[in-house]
């Protein structure tokens, strides 16, 4: 059986044919104009089965791609999964911290830990407690973050 990770998560953000740093108006725009094109109601009848069908799964996918980003919450969550991907892709985690070995910072609310390279890692309070992997902002070392149950 296939693990979960294998396989690729659909990019949201180049269905709609946006930028991940995209804002909400600039999303919207694109999805109402590609929604109005991709509409089964605007199709013209003469053309052939088989491209309606694509038509009706581009449909589906913009709706569904507008159904994530279109919304603050599931935007966030979405937009921290592929963060994490990314950092998965970049390297091998460099070492395993729990959150209370990170320095707490209250200017700034956010935990952050020396790297060995002179840089540092570093987290906000809220990222704290959804994100697993933290880079480094100076090399390219990783560290997974765990917490106590």
């Not at 690729?8 to 600039?26: E, I, R």
């Not at 935007?75 to 985690?93: A, I, T």
């Amino acid at each position: 059986m296939m693990a979960l990770e294998q396989i690729p998560k659909k990019d949201w953000y180049s269905v709609l044919g946006a930028d991940p740093s995209a804002n909400m108006s600039d999303l919207k725009q694109k999805y109402q104009k590609l929604i109005l094109m991709y509409h089964p109601d605007k199709q013209s009848t003469d053309v052939p089965a088989g491209t309606v069908e694509k038509c009706i799964q581009k449909f589906i996918e913009i709706d569904q791609a507008w159904k994530i980003l279109g919304n603050e919450e599931t935007k966030k969550e979405y937009d921290l999964q592929w963060h994490e991907d990314d950092l998965r892709n970049m390297g091998p985690v460099d070492a395993q911290i729990y959150l209370e070995e990170m320095s707490w910072n209250e200017d700034d609310h956010s935990f952050s830990l020396s790297c060995r390279c002179g840089g540092k890692y570093s987290v906000s309070k809220d990222e704290a407690e959804e994100v697993n992997l933290i880079s480094c902002d100076t090399c390219s070392l990783i560290v997974e973050v765990l917490r106590y149950n």
